[in-house]
Each structure stands twice: as C-alpha cells, then as structure tokens.
C-alpha cells in the first residue's frame, strides 16, 4: 500500500459545482497536511495547510483532516474554469513531504 | 506566501553537457531546499534535501554524483545535472522552507529540461 493515495481523475464537472477531492494515507505519523494546486507546466501552488484533524476554511476552499479515518478532503464551492488544474494532496510527519499522485480538474464553462 | 524564485524556467541541451538550475527564496531565509523531479501526469518524486551549510541528503536511487547539489546560501541553492542524457529530461521543480518541520514549503515555478 502506498503510503498516500490519490485518484488521479480526471474528474470533470460544469462551472458552479462544488468539487470534491480526497486522498486516503497509511502513516498515522502524519501531522502537516496540505493542498496543492498545479497548473499545467508550472511548479505546485500552496492552497491550503492543515495541522492535525479539522476543517479550515478560506473563500471557496474548505479543507477537511480526519485522521481517526487517515483521509483528508478539499472542497472547492462554485467552481470555475480558472480552477482547472491538477490538485495533489501533501502530507508530513517527521519525513519531507510526501505527496498524492494529484487529480486532474475540469471544470467546463 | 513565500516567493521561491527558479531559474530557467526551461533549458534544451545537447547531450553530455551540464545544466545548473537556479533556486532562490526572494523574501525569506531557506534553512532547507528540496529538489523534486516530476515525469508528466506523475507527482513528485523528491530527489534530495539540502540544509544551508551542509550536504545534500540524496534519497534512495538518486546518484549524487550526477544531480550536484550545492546550498552555499539560505537564500540560493542549486542543481546540476551532469554530463546529460536524453532520459534526464524531466520537469525539475525546487521548494524552499523556512523553518521547522510541519512550516509551509512553497515551491518554484519548475524547469522543464529536455536533453537531445
């Protein structure tokens, strides 16, 4: 089992949709967890980051830690076509970090 | 959030020659720069952690003879890819830390390096 999993899509939706994107993880080491977002050619964007379990919030982006359930979420509201991209899941404990494969977004206008 | 700085931001060389890519935190100190390759549609694979001062910390596979490493600065580190070949090329993406384990790591814009 890899130590974090992550469906690489691609997940297409129509704009205003609200997207969800997980990712599952074995290392209960695990404390630090981050969102990424990649446009394509370029180097990854910090969205959001998370240390231990709960919800963050910020504009139309919600991340979600449960470790009991060792699985995090991003939520992205009214989706628009500007968040096509490619979303990788990160996550640390006293290791670098360790990331998804990423999942590839559409969102059609 | 931080400003990592990468430079270039794509390179073509000839094969056998050595490419040296350019990673800079703008507006903070970096006591730590790792170094990742990403193959398309695959994640990053990190290739090595440097800390100001000292050697790079080469992860399993990687040849340290190879990719050079060099973090003379807490603001520049560097990467040389040496005596190149056609399946080194690769998207080479650096990210810079600025303190502890656990702080936020932001990342350079990356730099596609294609080798022939």
């Known amino acids: 089992q890899k130590e974090v999993e992550q469906d690489p899509g691609p997940l297409s939706v129509p704009e205003g949709a609200i997207v969800s994107l997980n990712c599952t993880y074995s290392?209960?080491?695990?404390?630090?967890f981050m969102w990424y977002r990649q446009y394509s050619r370029k180097g990854p964007e910090l969205l959001m980051y998370t240390y231990s379990s709960g919800n963050k919030e910020d504009g139309r982006f919600t991340a979600q830690v449960d470790k009991s359930s060792k699985y995090i979420s991003l939520f992205i509201r009214d989706s628009q076509p500007s968040d096509s991209a490619t979303y990788l899941c990160a996550m640390q404990g006293n290791t670098p970090l360790v990331f998804g494969k990423g999942t590839r977004l559409s969102v059609i206008a | 959030g931080a400003v990592v700085s990468q430079h270039p931001s794509w390179v073509i060389c000839k094969s056998g020659t050595s490419v040296k890519i350019e990673c800079r935190s703008l507006d903070f100190q970096a006591t730590t720069m790792f170094w990742y390759r990403q193959f398309p549609k695959q994640s990053l694979m990190l290739m090595a952690t440097?800390?100001?001062?000292?050697?790079?910390?080469?992860e399993q596979g990687v040849e340290k003879d190879k990719f050079l490493i060099n973090h003379a600065s807490l603001t520049l580190s560097t990467l040389t890819v040496t005596s190149a070949h056609p399946e080194d090329s690769s998207f080479y993406i650096c990210s810079a830390r600025s303190g502890a384990r656990g702080t936020e790591a932001f990342f350079g814009q990356g730099t596609r390096l294609t080798v022939v």
């Open positions: 290392n209960s080491a695990f404390q630090y």
């Open positions: 440097s800390n100001e001062g000292s050697k790079a910390t080469y």
